[in-house]
């Protein structure tokens, strides 16, 4: 049976890989990732890690790596479609039917796979050979070492039309055709792709000849584009591939990073100097997919991209098309070169601690974006400087999660604000004669804090946020399943306290086995740490319906889950608040008034709904709890 790679990207995403490594073996949480003694060799200290976002398992110890299904196969000892098939039910997907199509493509792909490696062995003996010459010359020109080209298998293509068909004359001439090593033009007899060129081969994830690309050896052709890559083909799509993915995979978990450069030949150089885990995409903007490619093997990729007007294109198109795709932990980081520089450049002229250097300070993509749309225009007018504001929002509006989105706006104004609203330094104030204009206007005696800032302080202070986390807590005691659902969420926010702690250590307590999840444990839990259970009986608690037991289940569940959400949100709105009340104070624009009141704004909005959840029960506080989920 023949199953699509779609299916089987589909499949990994929809099972937890902890979750199923942990049917049989002890993990205990270590950040983001979870940890344990390794199951394939003996060991007393723990180098076996298991990371969900990236769907990969990795023991440092033996090297032993693998997805789910490599998991199922190697330590379970399951046939691989056994193990596909255990792991379809568990994620309710149905194993697609047998395919006489899929057969029958499957058969083909094996065929131009052999094609290919006939191509490459054939280009690797020409590159020795008297025509392969200039070939040769070029590479000792750009300084590569014999290791650096055996590894990179460097080949070279003769300039005659019918060279390689001679060469695979094995091959029917559709199958060399369909592989993309011979060209069909019409009205005239089919000929090789690739001539008078030196070769290089592109390899799939698992190592194989996928396709080539090729650059020009006689400089005088101005009429020929320098480098060439294989076109698309059953085996090769340039906006799925990667060059050098292969071997970069593996050195970035040595490394925790990965280097993406514009050409191949920068790989190469890259590679040479002791950088082993950079890739490029294959002649092409960086694609959605091969951002998601990157981020399975880590969560910041670096771009680094050459220092003309066409590599900072380049960025700029892969910021816009990363954008949409964000997620907490995953971004891109981008490495700006000296003008006219490409990395083979400077690792010539300045040697690899100069690019390490500069690999080191790479700049997050919101300072990229700020900097590449302040630069775009001219910002003489105040049209111009609300032109850059407009551009900047629109990039904003793309991105799909809310919280990086929200992040985002409020990074971005506040640049804004610092740009088109500088701060102004004011004369001294004159006895009797009013300073400023609108609502700054200095007509009253200075006072010790000005009222619209005391009231603003008092707002951001908050009134309930002690009921509101007291009946949270009483609510994921009597609804453990809730609990389960939102501790990650509490896990990642800014609340500090001791129950919340107690309980999110409960959950993964329940998550390796260890204690049943259940209210009555909960509590015991909470005791044994000398910390009190909150009383549901309490009036400022019992105005929440979710406490009240005269509330149905699911709905006492869903409003628990947005008490949560309340809760969490209020530390950053509390914050920001905050910040927007000092920056008043101390910076008197229109801008820095502009943000005080949006986020007063937002915090009226917030108190609202929160009294309007607090309000359904107010009036009858006499209603009985009930901390038992049904």
């Known amino acids: 049976m023949s199953l699509s790679p779609q299916w089987l990207d589909e499949l990994r995403a929809r099972v937890t890989l902890s979750g199923v490594i942990g049917r049989t073996t002890r993990l205990t949480k270590a950040g983001q990732e979870f940890k344990a003694c390794c199951p394939f060799h003996n060991e007393k200290t723990p180098s076996f890690t298991v990371n969900d976002a990236k769907g990969f ?25 056994d193990a596909v098939k255990e792991l379809a039910a568990e994620a309710g997907l149905e194993v697609p039917a047998p395919d006489p199509r899929s057969a029958q493509r499957a058969e083909q792909q094996a065929g131009l796979h052999e094609v290919l490696a006939a191509a490459q062995a054939f280009y690797r003996t020409q590159l020795e050979a008297n025509e392969g010459a200039k070939a040769r010359s070029y590479l000792a ?6 290791h650096t080209m055996e590894r990179f298998g460097f080949g070279y293509a003769p300039g005659g039309r019918q060279a390689l068909k001679a060469a695979l004359a094995q091959f029917p001439e559709p199958m060399l055709i369909e592989a993309g090593m011979r060209i069909a033009a019409e009205g005239k007899d089919p000929y090789d792709r690739f001539r008078d060129r030196l070769t290089m081969p592109i390899h799939d ?10 650059r020009i ?23 799925r591939t990667l060059f050098n993915l292969h071997r970069a995979g593996p050195a970035s978990r040595q490394s925790g990073r990965i280097v993406v450069v514009e050409g191949q030949m920068d790989v190469v150089a890259l590679a040479a100097a002791g950088i082993e885990e950079a890739v490029a995409p294959m002649g092409t903007a960086l694609t959605e997919r091969q951002v998601e490619m990157l981020w399975r093997l880590v969560d910041t990729p670096i771009l680094c991209f050459d220092g003309d007007a066409a590599g900072q294109r380049a960025a700029t198109r892969a910021i816009a098309r990363t954008l ?3 997620r907490p932990g995953h971004s891109l980081r981008i490495v700006r070169l000296p003008a006219g520089m490409d990395p083979d450049d400077m690792l010539k002229r300045d040697g690899r601690q100069a690019l390490e250097t500069l690999l080191g300070q790479a700049r997050s993509m919101v300072d990229v974006l700020w900097e590449n749309e302040r630069e775009a225009l001219p910002l003489a007018t105040p049209e111009d400087k609300a032109g850059l504001k407009a551009r900047l929002m629109a990039h904003v509006d793309t991105i799909a999660d809310k919280d990086i989105q929200s992040l985002y706006r409020r990074d971005l104004s506040e640049r804004f604000s610092a740009f088109a609203y500088p701060r102004r330094e004011f004369a001294p104030r004159q006895p009797g004669r ?8 200095a007509t009253a005696p200075a006072r010790s804090e000005p009222a619209v800032t005391g009231r603003l302080r008092h707002q951001a202070a908050g009134g309930s946020r002690d009921a509101l986390l007291s009946a949270v807590i009483a609510g994921l005691i009597g609804f453990p399943d809730v609990l389960v659902k939102v501790a990650d969420r509490l896990a990642g926010s800014p609340i ?19 204690q049943p999840l259940e209210s009555a444990r909960l509590g015991t839990i909470l005791a044994g740490r000398g910390l009190a259970t ?12 979710f406490l009240a037991g005269d509330v149905p289940a699911d709905q006492a569940r869903a409003e628990l889950a947005q008490a949560v959400g309340l809760l969490v949100e209020r530390p950053a709105l509390d914050a920001a608040l905050a910040e927007a009340t000092a920056r008043f104070e101390s910076d008197l624009s229109e801008g820095a008034f502009a943000e005080q009141q949006r986020l007063l704004q937002r915090k009226l909005e917030f108190d609202e709904r929160l009294r309007h959840m607090a309000s359904a029960r107010a009036a009858a506080p006499s209603a009985a709890p009930n901390l038992t989920a049904e």
């Open 57 to 81: 398992y990795h023991c440092f110890g033996c090297g032993a790596h693998g997805d789910a299904i490599r998991w199922m196969t190697d330590q379970r000892g399951l046939a691989f479609m």
């Open 141 to 146: 020109s750009r300084g590569f070492d014999a």
């Open 217 to 239: 050896l006689d400089a005088a052709k101005t009429d020929a584009p320098k480098y060439l890559n294989s076109p698309d083909t059953p085996l090769f799509d340039k906006g």
């Open 205 to 214: 994830a698992r190592g194989r000849v996928i396709g080539f690309a090729a």
């Open 324 to 326: 949409p795709l964000l």
């Open 434 to 441: 009013p300073q400023g204009r609108g609502p700054f206007r």
């Open 496 to 514: 500090a306290d001791p129950r919340l702690d107690a309980l999110i250590d409960a959950v993964d307590d329940h998550a390796h086995g260890a």
């Open 534 to 545: 909150p009383v549901p009986e309490d009036y400022a608690m019992m105005r929440f319906g």
